[in-house]
């Protein structure tokens, strides 16, 4: 089993520059979510989808944009590079948004602004 | 708001022994799920156990079990039997009944050495 998968696993990026973190899952998962890690850190909410066409903000939203066109792929898009986004990104996904529903987590994408 | 706070940066625990993880939190709502993941040096954050506001007893799975006592809002991660590849980064997390959600807070974590 895939799980969710994110592509790439590491990049570097030029200030000012864009680029799109891929998350795909095969799981027929409805909740999808980003969350970023800086070092030492715990996790924080980027964006999150409840479905196909539905997406809402997080907790740390600025700079990043998000869609949500079909159920397995949740793609997160970085406009305007910052070195305040670098950072490990994660992407999880649920089946229910039930306080008692674990999400599954991809590996992370490590990316660097220099 | 809702805040997880673990007030233990690292912790060294010899093999073998139990070692408990702490994690205090602050919510208003009456439903909530607390849970703990566990994110090696490899990076992967892995699902280890979880814990119902209204469940009237400890989770427990394997190895790990989960210290729940609802009135001093905390949910502290007890693992027995520690062994190496128990060293990681741990995270407690919560998510809100109400929101319909599912979006996690987490603590800051808690980083476990286990020394042979």
């Known amino acids: 089993n895939a799980g969710v998968t994110q592509t790439p696993k590491f990049r570097i990026l030029k200030i000012g520059q864009s680029m799109t973190l891929q998350c795909a899952q095969d799981?027929?998962?409805?909740?999808m979510y980003w969350y970023r890690q800086d070092p030492g850190m715990g996790l924080k909410l980027i964006y999150y989808s409840v479905g196909a066409g539905i997406t809402d903000k997080g907790e740390v939203p600025n700079g990043y944009n998000v869609s949500r066109s079909t159920t397995e792929d949740f793609p997160l898009r970085l406009e305007l590079a910052a070195p305040s986004q670098t950072s490990v990104y994660f992407c999880?996904?649920?089946?229910?948004?039930?306080?008692?529903?674990?999400?599954?987590f991809g590996d992370g994408t490590r990316l660097s602004i220099l | 708001a809702q805040k997880i706070t673990q007030t233990q940066p690292g912790m060294f625990v010899q093999e073998k022994e139990a070692v408990t993880l702490d994690c205090t939190y602050d919510t208003s709502d009456p439903s909530y799920g607390l849970f703990w993941y566990k994110q090696p040096s490899s990076g992967e954050m892995i699902f280890l156990i979880y814990?119902?506001?209204?469940?009237?007893q400890n989770a427990t799975e394997g190895r790990y079990s989960l210290n729940f006592q609802k009135a001093r809002k905390s949910a502290n991660l007890v693992i027995s039997a520690s062994q190496l590849g128990d060293s990681a980064m741990y995270f407690c997390a919560m998510a809100r009944g109400s929101s319909n959600t599912g979006k996690l807070i987490f603590g800051q974590g808690t980083t476990l050495q286990v020394k042979p």
């Open positions: 999880a996904s649920s089946y229910l948004a039930a306080r008692n529903q674990p999400q599954h």
């Open positions: 799981m027929n998962h409805n909740y």
């Open positions: 814990q119902g506001s209204y469940d009237q």
